[in-house]
């Protein structure tokens, strides 16, 4: 990963594979859905669904000892590793973990990290943490499911930041109200899966690259950013399809290679190319 200096009120964001990002707002670091193991490859190895890698690890998570906050979007190991959760605990010890309040005994139980603050969300109230503000947006993964409690299981998160506000979708495919809720902030940059919904891998599915790409326009993003492919050979997209349909609507758009960085400070390169 590039280095990256804390001047000026622009954000730097690393993609560390699968659904995870680094994001460094001046001195504070916050890690969204980091997968930073092989947990998933060990487990079906012998399986006939094998999680072959695509791509290598970015990463060790001990090494990241300088996390704030982490982020758990919901219970599946590529977004809930206790491998590397374990690693990030062991190296952070103040790190605090956001997720879906439907789904704290189910974390504390896999993680084992009686130590770690989890901080619980649901869609309707935000949770400041340090400088950053999170705001819970209804994930259908494949479907939009609750607790007893009304507590939504699957989440994307909402994050502000100083000027900045950023979309983090979890795993979710299109449902009746992910536009209204995502309008309801000025989205800068919206991180969205692309490996679609296929149902002979018998995983859940999410949206696809011409979906993500209608997603970003629909709400408004300044600049979209694709994940959830190039991890397992098995559950993966070929980004051609997103950035296609980007630039058909007009889309501004990333895609960056497992470990690339990307700054805020492109977005008014962008707009001075665009008045030019």
Not at 16 to 41: A, C, E, V
Not at 101 to 113: P, S, T
Not at 139 to 161: D, I, L, T, Y
Not at 242 to 268: A, D, H, P, Y
Request: hydrophobic fraction near 40%; charged fraction near 20%; aromatic fraction near 8%.
């Amino acid at each position: 990963m590039s280095s990256a200096d804390g001047s000026g009120d622009h954000f730097h964001i690393w993609w560390l594979g699968q659904s995870g990002f680094l994001i460094k707002w001046h001195t504070s670091f916050l890690l969204l859905d980091p997968y930073l193991s092989d947990s998933l490859s060990a487990k079906y190895a012998s399986s006939d669904k094998p999680h072959v890698r695509i791509t290598e690890r970015v990463i060790d998570p001990a090494q990241l000892d300088f996390i704030n906050i982490a982020t758990s979007s919901h219970n599946h190991t590529d977004h809930l590793d206790a491998e590397t959760l374990q690693a990030l605990a062991r190296s952070n010890p103040g790190l605090k973990l956001i997720l879906p309040a439907a789904n704290i005994e189910f974390a504390q139980q896999r993680l084992g990290l009686p130590q770690l603050e989890m901080i619980g969300m649901d869609d309707n109230n935000p949770v400041t943490v340090g400088q950053f503000t999170f705001h819970g947006i209804n994930a259908a993964h494949n479907e939009v499911e609750r607790n007893e409690k009304g507590q939504p299981k699957f989440m994307g998160f909402v994050v502000q930041f100083g000027p900045w506000c950023i979309y983090h979708s979890g795993d979710t495919l299109w449902h009746n109200s992910l536009v209204s809720e995502l309008s309801a902030h000025r989205i800068d940059l919206a991180l969205l899966p692309i490996n679609g919904n296929e149902p002979a891998r018998r995983v859940a599915g999410n949206l696809n690259g011409s979906e993500a790409a209608a997603l970003a326009k629909a709400v408004g993003a300044q600049v979209a950013i694709a994940h959830h492919f190039d991890m397992f050979e098995f559950n993966t997209a070929d980004p051609g399809e997103f950035i296609t349909s980007c630039k058909r609507l007009s889309q501004n758009c990333r895609v960056l290679q497992s470990g690339e960085g990307w700054c805020s400070s492109e977005l008014e390169q962008d707009q001075q190319k665009t008045a030019n």
